[in-house]
DNA sequence: AATGAATGAGTATTCATTCAT
DNA sequence: TATGAATGAATACTCATTCAT
């Protein structure tokens, strides 16, 4: 009787709150932070501005809900390189990481960015800090899994490799928020991660 | 006999305009860019909103304002280090970036790292690109002193080097943002800088 | 059960604009259109300034609807006449003009002539000939009906009557809006109709 | 010594009032009343602001002495007629009214045209009205002049017929406000006029 | 007499949040 | 549960006026 979008009565109640969460994360791609207003949150995931506030308590609940949502996303792409060695965990992880940066919609990526760049202003940059410090103990253990097995060199300290490692993705995301994009697509981070992984192995330098 | 300002009547044009540039930096670095509202940065001057319109056409101006204020402070610490060779200028410059960026108030680094996060999100994208370009061009112009004398490996493209060499400055920046200041304190950022020194003037690695 | 607002909460949409839409012409009459700020609309509709955004977009939007109102005004008070010859319906409307101007509030009168003194300065310019054109045509097709059943000579330009006809309008309107009411008391818009129809139907002038 | 422009400092008063005030009257033709800030005038006048202050004691008293001044134009106009007849001088004052209503600049016509405009929102409203009513006065004269020489009938009320004349040039004012020069270009007026001046001599009516 | 630095009240507009329905 | 009408505090910016120099 009816091919019109049904009203949006009655939803479970965690599954409008993941719909509303993908809208965020939508909107803070679109329009970034600052600019992710409750009306477009509203718009995008297609209910009222009230209904929003059924489900969370403040527009600041809503941004945190949706870094949560992309920890996960961070998580899931760690743990599908399960199986690998580290290296190569550290080596595939990066190259996702920039191939996402460059993609249209850049899965989490972009909002990760947004996040970062328009935290401060509305009290998010504990939360942005405490989402990047679970991300790092993440990838922090995947070094050392490298250093018991001993595909990486012991004698580094595996929280300043782990620092080393995202100091590479860091500068991708900056020259991406500064439209420096040359630098992304010119391939410097790669040159860079060459360089850190062969000094974590103990390979010759490249130049050799 | 005085000079503290007993009220803030009658102040040569030029003083009142260095005095609100201080106030932008300040209120800049306190509550990062889209935060620094023309209310805060004249509670911040201590004059009336009124006032910063007689000495800037729109809030934009004044941030600009404060970019270029920047700018200097970084040009200055670059020129501090004529004379030396470019190996020691890179080093130096690092060192000192680290230093500020660990003092109170965080000198120029801090009001820096906000423009570069915050300010595309307010139409300072431009601004901010332009000067980050004018900071990597005087960089840029040390490696390619130290191509030329031979302190430099003539056959590593310069813009990339320079461009790891902000890399570092970057993450230190970004993890200061996050308060993740424990990786300043631990000095990683001297290692990485060593790293990469290493392999621009073709010296072994120092695990060898 | 009872009609009269106890509190302003929960209007029909369609009431609050109207509402807000009488208040806009309330304001103009008694200020003009340059003094019509949102704060006084807000005040005279009872309801709080965001409140009007939630029904017009801008201000501009609010004087566009009040523009629209008096339009529909003028279109009402014309085609009361209909069924009446040409010649009446040009007298007849012209004598409701009148009294209209010199009634406490004015009517439409009032905030019609504010908005011709006045909305050209505020960028209603457009809007403001865009209304006077329709009601100009309006009147025209009533000079024109008037020609083709003989009663009006065919040898004139109807435009040039139209105009005629609204020039003796707006004379009351400027004495209105320069507060010279005695000349609108006085018949003298009257006695200039007279002439003017005179002139139209080729009967032969009140001296002979 | 000196070809560079010489500092305003000490000119005669009336002088630089004069100066002032001529500058209002550009500021008003080009931007219109609310437009006409005295930072535009101090600017067009090429004094400080504070200048202003010293020879006029608020905004609206310079927009005054400017009505003034365009009272005093309107009187040398219809004083430059001195010497015609009645008729003549009402049928060339028309024409040179709508002459310098069409010319750039406009003369006195296009700042009055603003004064009537935009004066309510400075409560200027009065002292327009109070400089039409000497305008009318002015007119008046002429046509009672014209009655007692005998070549304007005497059964007409002399304030009527003054109405009407007026009635003319406001509406080619009107017209020009609302940028409906389309009926002042077709010469509506000048019809009008001789409809009125054959109907005030006792001429037949042109279709005759 | 002349200046121009400084102000504060006022402008339109935005938006997170509340709450009666 | 879901709505959306209503709000008020905050936003950047303008401008007539004052007053120490």
Redesign the interface.
Known sequence: MSTKPIRNRRLPAEARRAQIVQAVLRVVSEH????ATVARIAAAAGVSEGTLYVYFSSREDMLRAALDAIFGDISDLIDSTEGLSAIERLTVTARRHSELAKTEGGGFVTPWVEF???G??VGL??A??ET??KAFEKMLSIVKQGQSDGTI?T?L?A??LT??W???M??E??SY????SE?ID?G?SG??LD??L??AT?AP?S?A
């Open positions: 970034g932070v600052p600019s970062i760049a328009g401060p202003q940059r504990e942005v800090a990047q410090n060199r004698d300290d929280r300043r620092w080393q995202y100091t590479i860091w500068a995301n900056v928020l500064m439209g420096l630098y010119a410097h040159y860079s360089l850190l062969r000094d103990g330098p130049g």
